[in-house]
């Protein structure tokens, strides 16, 4: 597989299509060595089936190491921390992978309890998790999906969970967009295999999955961004960390360059749908302000909104809800999360959940607080 490709393939057997694809892919060659430690990092957000549109799928990560073991790759493991919020174990046991490690005798190393180092990522000391430091090839299994602050997320966000959660906070408050670039430039991926198979367009989280029935396979990481944003409905500039990881080197956003590699007899036909144009989002964050939140917080609080509007009370809300860090010490109206405690009307938790703040503003909407 040529840098500048991204290989597709269309159906529901998700497991053998990954292995065709690695097939196509020529994966082998890319290894360096039998001996190579080689880990595998699925997206596992939060305690959610990947039907659901938020995590990876467990058939596509089996494919991938059935793929290595049969061809005499043995030491791999599959690493991943949930979002600040949510316990990795949690969502390891929900979404299937610890009984997939067990099936193929692997390893999970949970990345909110392994321990860390500040490193340079080419101007930008960060804290990286060390055993994904140590390894000497990186499978990223992204899933492509809408994200309410980042507007995408693939295979440059989902290196991500190889950071402690302490930096996932950090990362908020720098911004987001300038630490997910320099984290690329610092951590390397070496192979791309990307969940396109339900995720869902508008939220991280998951709920609305949209079916494609789509696995990629790729090696450069920008590109794959790039032509998710274009799947997406954005252009590859409006998603600012895809443009800064390119100018640090991580790799190439012209999509002149990119060439798409069809595999299998249905991929033509369905690789030539489009996605439906979901923007669910945009008008539920007009009411919200936001200011360095982490993403549990805010990726609560969308779905909460969205569920007051499906029950028509979201046309009540006349205040602007305020969340994260950046509110922290500081006095308002109405606010999610503890960093909004000194408000005059505030709902806890660090992060409280979808459910917690939907009950809240419910109760608060209907006069029930004032
Ligand atoms: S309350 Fe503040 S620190 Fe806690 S999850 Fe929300 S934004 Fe982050």
């Known amino acids: ?66 793929y290595l073991q049969e061809r005499g790759f043995s030491k791999l493991l599959i690493l991943e921390g949930s979002w600040v919020g949510d316990k990795t174990s949690e969502s390891a046991e929900v979404c299937g992978y ?31 998790c060390d055993q994904a430091v140590d390894l000497d090839f990186l499978i990223n299994v992204p899933v492509l999906k809408g994200h309410c602050q980042t507007k995408l997320t693939c295979a440059l966000k989902n290196m991500k969970g190889l950071i402690p959660n302490q930096e996932k906070r950090h990362f908020h408050a720098l911004g987001l967009h300038k630490p997910i670039a320099h984290l690329n430039a610092g951590l390397h991926q070496d192979f791309i295999v990307v969940d396109h198979i339900c995720g869902d367009l508008d939220f991280e989280d998951g709920g609305n999955p949209v079916v494609r029935n789509c696995i990629m396979a790729a090696a450069d990481p920008v590109l794959v961004d790039a032509h998710a944003a274009d799947l997406l409905y954005y252009r590859p500039e409006e998603i600012p960390y895809i443009k800064m990881a390119e100018e640090l080197g991580v790799g190439s956003a012209d999509l002149s360059r990119l060439q798409i590699r069809l595999i299998g007899e249905k991929s033509t036909v369905e690789d030539g749908k489009r996605l439906p144009e979901s923007r669910k989002v945009v008008e539920l964050k007009d009411a919200v302000e936001e200011v360095e939140s982490c993403s549990a917080c805010y990726g609560y609080l969308i779905p909460a909104l969205a569920m007051l509007k499906d029950e028509g009370l979201f046309e009540k809300l006349h205040e602007k809800i305020s969340i994260g860090q950046g509110f922290r010490g500081k006095e308002g109206t109405l606010g999610v999360g503890n960093c909004t405690r000194k408000f005059a009307y505030s709902c806890p938790g660090c992060p409280p959940t979808e459910q917690e703040i939907y009950e809240f503003l419910k109760t608060y909407l209907n006069g029930k607080n004032a």
Request: some cysteine; hydrophobic content about 35%; proline content about 5%.
């Open 98 to 128: 610890l009984d997939l490690c067990s099936q193929y005798g692997i390893p999970f190393v949970d990345t909110q309890k392994d321990s860390f180092h500040a490193r340079d990522c080419k101007g930008l000391e960060l804290k990286l």
């Open 1 to 66: 597989m040529k840098e500048n490709e991204i290989l597709k393939i269309y159906g529901t057997d998700y497991k053998e299509m990954t292995k065709r694809l690695l097939m196509e892919a020529e994966l082998e060659k890319r290894i360096p060595g039998k001996e190579a430690r080689i880990g595998i990092k699925p997206n596992l957000v939060s305690p959610s089936e990947a039907s659901w549109g938020a995590t990876t799928h467990p058939e596509i990560v089996a494919g991938i190491v059935e």
